[in-house]
């Protein structure tokens, strides 16, 4: 269920905290082991897919040699896995970001909008099936079973009108708390933007996803018809004057109807940027302008070096700032700026 409402920045490489770091044949055996492994990581994603946190003890094979060498543990005690650690040394070899929720959704889960019986979203296992394009109002009902009455609704504790957590509808214990979209609604169905304004627009949200999709921040200026119906009410702003667009502004009141976390790269990858690990001129990735091909499955090695337009020698290359030995920043080679700051894995 986690962040509900649609982004609309794009980061350099996958953003999935544990499904970019372990190496391609990793396995899981989950807790209590039973000597099977449940999950294999095959270089992009875990077959068959994780839909819910690991439970603390949950044996890890990081070499494919079809022996434990690590297992899942709970450093703050809250009864959710949130590392994992060596087994012979109990180094900790990877921090877990912990959902809100411990498991998550489960299988069957259902939102019921207007409390009336009829379901408008089931989670399959993987995904909200049809997709979840906006924050579901206050009052929602969740039937966390999709077995029969609901336990759950969504609610509103800061009591702003939009909701902020899923609480149990007997106690009004607070089951899973929920990051509020900026923009209560996120973008609507059928908001349009319009990079040059000139009356073309150039993106179409059509309820899950905007068409085309956008490969980088759309520029400062970009007029946003909300509705999708006519003239547009809103434009992208850059409130703090570096040149990046960093919110959505009402025309004619300038009012901020939602604030966009900038890419520390401006622009984002650009289309046909490369990344050579290994320095020899031959690209293992190229952006294609929304994705890139081949996936990165890992955190590409210090040294990485960056062909940003594609066109020639390499402009930056991926540095390690803090010396732990992972790329933590993209750098220009001549000059050494930090032109992004990466998130480790």
């Known amino acids: 269920m986690g962040r509900l409402c649609v982004c609309m920045t794009v980061c350099l490489l996958l953003a999935a905290g544990w499904a970019s770091a372990q190496p391609e044949g990793t396995r899981l055996d989950f807790?209590?082991?039973?000597?099977?492994?449940?999950t294999t990581?095959?270089?992009?994603?875990w077959d068959p897919p994780i839909t819910k946190m690991p439970p603390v003890g949950t044996l890890v094979d990081g070499t494919g040699d079809d022996n434990a060498d690590a297992d899942l543990i709970d450093r703050n005690n809250n009864g959710v896995s949130d590392a994992v650690a060596a087994i012979d040394t109990d180094e900790v070899l990877m921090e877990l970001e912990e959902p809100v929720i411990p498991v998550g959704p489960r299988m069957g889960t259902t939102l019921d909008y207007e409390g009336d019986g009829v379901s408008e979203h089931t989670y399959d296992g993987a995904a909200w099936n049809p997709p979840i394009a906006q924050q579901p109002p206050v009052g929602t009902m969740v039937d966390?079973?999709?077995d029969g009455p609901p336990e759950a609704r969504f609610a509103d504790q800061n009591g702003n009108g939009v909701a902020d957590a899923v609480v149990d509808i007997g106690t009004g214990k607070v089951l899973m708390e929920l990051?509020?979209?900026?923009i209560?609604?996120?973008?609507?169905?059928?908001?349009t933007l319009d990079y040059e304004g000139d009356g073309v627009s150039e993106h179409?949200?059509?309820?899950?996803?905007?068409?085309p999709p956008i490969a980088q921040q759309p520029p400062v200026g970009t007029m946003v018809d909300l509705e999708g119906d006519g003239p547009p009410e809103a434009r992208f702003a850059d409130l703090n004057g570096n040149g990046v667009a960093d919110a959505v502004v009402?025309?004619?009141?300038?009012?901020?109807?939602?604030?966009?976390?900038?890419p520390v790269i401006p622009v984002g990858p650009r289309m046909g940027t490369t990344l050579d690990y290994e320095g020899d001129g031959v690209s293992e990735h190229t952006y294609d302008g929304a994705a890139w091909n081949p996936p990165i499955a890992q955190q590409p090695p210090v040294g990485t070096m960056v062909d940003l337009e594609g066109d020639g020698p390499p402009e930056a290359r991926f540095a390690d700032l803090n010396g732990n030995g992972v790329a933590d920043?993209?750098?220009?080679?001549?000059?050494?700026?930090?032109?992004?700051?990466l998130e480790e894995r």
Do not use: Q
């Open 31 to 38: 807790a209590p082991p039973d000597g099977f492994w449940d």
């Open 41 to 45: 990581f095959d270089g992009t994603a």
């Open 144 to 146: 966390l079973e999709g």
């Open 179 to 182: 990051e509020e979209p900026v």
């Open 184 to 191: 209560p609604v996120g973008p609507r169905m059928g908001t």
């Open 204 to 211: 179409t949200y059509d309820g899950a996803a905007w068409n």
């Open 250 to 262: 009402d025309i004619g009141t300038g009012k901020v109807l939602m604030e966009l976390e900038e």
């Open 329 to 341: 920043a993209v750098v220009d080679i001549e000059t050494g700026d930090v032109l992004m700051e």
